[in-house]
């Protein structure tokens, strides 16, 4: 018999049992909440009579709506304000823990879960935000779910699931300068297709993954659910553990060392067999930049804009003329020409301290361009806010002209008051490039934080590998 | 969720064809952070003459008379009796939310929107899909203090003549509704073997029970 993949292993340690169907009751050991998937959730517990299953296996926090200024006079917007009210509410209620929005370790709740150890190896993680698949970057079943999964997670600390099957990505070799996590994921996205991984669960292997640090990690896994996978996982190894280590809500004394046992196993047997295998040269890797309204509509820094007329299949080609039309640009461009208005750093794919570092070092001793009329650094979580204080790097941000705000989801999805005017053009260092999600006739450009600086400072797009590189010689 | 076994009940008739979601609740209610609390707002631009806004008090809106849900022989209604493709539209589980919270156990007609009938079961409401014929003749027939008695259990529903019409419902819908069960019910009928799990997983990782 073959070996068991990452995923298969995961998958059986949180069986309760399966159905003649092939549906399975799986455990869930940590629920992560946040304001606005919750609140029907809560409501319907209420009115059914229920209570949580398992308290202390519920996270929460307020991200998406809250202001990243002014914290001290609360929320302008009533429907916002009510929203974050009601998660108060319901966790006061229910007797569930909230970093509340005035609390140092309020932050993106896909941030705060691993900073808190409350993401740790081997467990089942859910949480109602697609992105959820941050989380398996610990080697850890992490996904989103919807309102009425909420309810029942709370209810019975339990899922109904099917199994997903198993895709390898394995990304051999060296990354350049300036090449990151972000530009790493983006070329997966861009080889396989925002449905490319749908069905399935992937794991990202390969050297280039392992050299990542565990933030690296983190927003590779991140973007699993842009390339069609509702979880994406990573293998434990040291940097997994020596993460974990000390975290407030890891195992400590004996536990952990009983812990640190068991997660030592979590990687797919060498014998493992996968549905299927995709294979990636990192060196051929170079910084990417989006330039359509899906993630897959990415190309390297150094190269022109696709022109749809050479694209053979009718839908992609209609898709490619309707993005390019929404973002204003022409077949043939050279992405270094296109100018920019907004910057914008944050969000739970690059809103880490070494997201914060990569970028405050392409911004050191610079100024903004001309042209950029706002460039935003949101950290991911308070203390996310605080390492980075401590070590300068605000700033470093503030001199340069950037603004230097509280933590939250802010413009990744412009929920708040932070949002593109119509027309505006971005560099994000966000997930979703989709019509509108930074603000009504908004255009996002995705890349990594230190593109997204050096386009700040460049008032358009700029080959950071070739800076860096020309830095080195 | 609330079983639904046998009713008999007062029936209100909405003589319209394709009611759509929007109709049923209007988008704007859709800003609630509330799944309950709806029913006050059920058919809001029919029911009243002005427009209605989330979290508004109705008890002092002014009503639109003529709307069959406002005429005094409708009153404690729980059948809906209406016309083709009812529940068209948008997705949204607001407009089940809203008939349940109204008041409706069971809605009659000749056909339902798909994404709703299928909501209607996950909230307790019992759609009921009957020849258009038989549903013109209940509507024909249907005076004041008009109540039917329907019977989930036998498959029958009986107008006050003492006619008998049977109706056709999936057999997995019908043992849920007539249990009450939700999937969280359904999955808490497995609590020992929830608990049992737990216990043995402690024992492997007991930092994760550790508090
Ligand atoms: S940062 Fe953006 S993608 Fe991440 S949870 Fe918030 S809104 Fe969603």
Redesign the interface.
């Known amino acids: 018999m073959s070996g068991k993949t990452l995923y298969d292993k995961l998958w059986e340690d949180h069986v309760v049992f399966t159905e003649d169907d092939g549906s399975s009751l799986i455990y869930i050991d940590r629920h992560l909440v946040h304001e606005v998937t919750s609140p029907q959730a809560f409501e319907s517990l209420r009115l059914a009579g229920r209570k949580p299953w398992r308290q202390s296996r519920n996270l929460a926090v307020a991200d998406h709506n809250v202001p990243t200024v002014d914290r001290d006079k609360g929320i302008a917007d009533p429907v916002s304000r009510l929203q974050v009210e009601t998660l108060d509410n319901n966790c006061a209620e229910f007797g569930i823990t909230e970093f509340a929005m005035t609390d140092a370790r309020q932050g993106i709740v896909h941030v705060i879960g691993p900073e808190q150890g409350a993401t740790l190896p081997g467990m089942t993680v859910v949480c109602g935000d697609s992105h959820t698949s941050t989380h398996g970057a610990f080697g850890a079943l992490a996904f989103g779910i919807g309102t009425s999964e909420v309810e029942h997670v709370l209810a019975t600390q339990c899922l109904t699931q099917k199994k997903a099957k198993n895709l390898l990505i394995k990304v051999n070799g060296h990354s350049g300068a300036g090449v990151s996590a972000k530009d790493i994921v983006l070329a997966i996205i861009g080889k396989i297709g925002t449905a490319g991984g749908n069905g399935y669960t992937i794991e990202f292997a390969g050297t280039a993954i392992r050299a990542l640090s565990m933030e690296g990690r983190m927003t590779v896994c991140n973007m699993a659910i842009e390339a069609g996978a509702r979880a994406g996982l990573i293998a434990v190894d040291e940097v997994t553990i020596d993460y974990c280590r000390n975290r407030p809500y890891a195992p400590k004394g004996e536990h952990q060392f009983m812990a640190e046992r068991l997660w030592q196993k979590l990687h797919s047997d060498d014998d493992a067999v996968f549905d299927k295998v995709m294979d990636l040269d990192a060196a051929s890797i170079k910084p990417q930049v989006t330039w359509g309204t899906s993630p897959e509509l990415v190309v390297p820094i150094d190269k022109k804009i696709p022109d749809p007329a050479l694209e053979p299949d009718a839908v992609k080609r209609q898709g490619m003329r309707r993005a390019l039309e929404y973002m204003d640009l022409k077949a043939g461009q050279a992405i270094i020409d296109i100018t920019l208005d907004k910057v914008f750093i944050g969000s739970c794919t690059n809103s880490r301290i070494e997201d914060l570092r990569a970028a405050a070092a392409v911004a050191k001793g610079k100024k903004l361009a001309d042209n950029i009329k706002l460039a935003l650094v949101v950290p991911g979580s308070g203390l996310v806010k605080r390492q980075a204080e401590a070590e300068g790097l605000d700033k470093i941000f503030m001199a340069a002209g950037f603004e230097w705000r509280e933590p939250g989801c802010s413009m990744c999805l412009a929920m708040n008051a932070d949002r593109l005017e119509e027309g505006e053009r971005c560099a994000s260092t966000s997930n979703r490039n989709f019509e509108g999600r930074q603000g009504y006739g908004g255009r996002t450009h995705l890349v990594s934080p230190a593109m997204a600086a050096a386009a700040a400072i460049a008032g358009h797009f700029v080959d950071i590998s070739s800076v860096l590189e020309g830095r080195q010689s | ?1 609330r079983a639904f076994t046998k009713i008999t009940a007062l029936v209100a008739p909405l003589d319209r064809a394709n009611v759509d979601t929007d109709a049923i609740i209007p988008k704007q209610f859709l ?1 609630s ?4 609390g709806f029913g006050p707002y059920l058919f809001d631009e029919w029911r009243y003459l002005d427009h209605g806004e989330p979290d508004m008090d109705c008890t002092h809106r002014p009503v639109n008379k003529d709307f069959v849900l406002n005429k005094p022989e409708y009153q404690g209604a729980e059948i809906l009796l209406t016309r083709e493709n009812f529940g068209c539209g948008s997705s949204r589980e607001h407009a089940p939310w809203a008939l349940e919270d109204f008041g409706f156990r069971a809605i009659i007609a000749p056909s339902f929107a798909d994404i709703f009938y299928n909501n209607c079961f ?1 909230n307790g409401l019992l759609p009921i899909a009957l020849n258009a014929q038989i549903v013109d003749s209940l509507f024909k027939e249907l005076v004041e203090g008009y109540r039917l008695t329907i019977d989930l259990e036998t498959q029958k529903i009986t107008t006050p003549g003492g006619k008998s019409i049977g109706f056709d419902i999936d057999e997995n819908r019908k043992y849920r509704l007539l249990n009450g069960l939700d ?2 019910a359904l ?2 009928k ?2 020992d ?2 608990r049992a ?2 216990a043995e ?1 402690s024992k ?5 029970f ?2």
Do not use: T, V
């Not at chain 2, 952070?33 to 309950?36: D, F, G, L, S, T």
């Not at chain 2, 492997?204 to 994760?208: G, H, I, K, N, T």
């Open positions: 969720m800003k952070i509330r799944r309950a996950k999937d969280i999955s808490l497995h609590a073997k929830i799990y737990e997983r492997r990782a007991p930092w994760l550790a508090d």
